[in-house]
């Protein structure tokens, strides 16, 4: 099946200091990816999608000065948690589709999961 | 408003008999339901999906029944092992939508 990767799988970083992670479709194109974060026993909440060539599109209440999203190519997209905070430590997912806007919704491939600690 | 849930925050099934866990929606334009499956400190998997038009989809030991009229699915896995020990969570999408609302998860524990 399709692969999604994620780059790094662990991080920690200082308070106030700037986390980049990256989410890359290997054997496939992806025009849309999905950030999503999960908090400890709670399900994934989407933060935003990330289109190929445009800006990205942020659920309410997700900070877009704070997470930037570049999606710089079909096969990559970047999550930067700007000047992080204890509060942002979480596990950051990635996704991707296979299939084209407009039609049933396709099957999303999931990276494995950015672990990010802010001390 | 949740518009997926996944009422049973846990399961435990001894291995070898059936698993069922359930997934409850609330928004009518959903027509795309998906299953996940998630190990610690790893991303979710697909699992199995159902469209809207049909009302069961069956892969291995997994079968997924799709009740429209009661905005309900459930996921079956017989017979139960103890690597099917994880999260599951319940998605759902709408027309033309690549993303997808989870249920919060369902963590199945399978003894041997």
């Known amino acids: 099946g399709a692969v999604v990767s994620q780059h790094p799988s662990r991080v920690i970083c200082k308070s106030g200091t700037s986390v980049k992670i990256e989410c890359r479709s290997l054997?496939?194109?992806?025009?849309?990816m999905f950030w999503y974060r999960q908090f400890p026993k709670q399900s994934l909440m989407l933060m935003a999608t990330?289109?190929?060539?445009?800006?990205?599109?942020?659920e309410q209440g997700v900070e877009k000065d704070k997470f930037l999203i570049n999606h710089a190519s079909l096969t990559l997209s970047t999550l930067t948690v700007t000047s992080a905070h204890p509060e942002d430590s979480s596990f950051y997912i990635c996704?991707?589709?296979?299939?084209?806007?407009?039609?049933?919704?396709?099957?999303?491939?999931f990276g494995p999961g950015t672990r990010l600690t802010v001390l | 408003d949740q518009q997926v849930k996944q009422n049973s925050p846990s399961l435990s099934v001894q291995e070898g008999r059936i698993s069922i866990l359930n997934c409850d929606y609330t928004n009518s334009m959903f027509d795309y339901f998906l299953w996940y499956k998630k190990y610690p400190a790893e991303g979710p998997t697909f699992l199995i999906s159902?469209?809207?038009?049909?009302d069961k989809n069956e892969d291995g030991r997994f079968t997924v029944f799709l009740n429209k009229s009661a905005k309900h699915l459930s996921l079956h896995i017989v017979p139960s092992q103890p690597g099917d020990s994880a999260v599951y969570f319940c998605?759902?999408?709408?027309?033309?939508?690549?993303?997808?609302?989870f249920g919060d998860g369902t963590t199945l524990t399978v003894k041997p």
């Open positions: 159902i469209s809207s038009i049909k």
């Open positions: 998605a759902a999408s709408g027309p033309n939508a690549g993303k997808s609302t």
């Open positions: 054997d496939f194109q992806a025009t849309t």
């Open positions: 990330s289109n190929e060539g445009s800006k990205a599109t942020y």
């Open positions: 996704s991707a589709g296979t299939g084209t806007s407009g039609g049933l919704a396709d099957t999303q491939y």
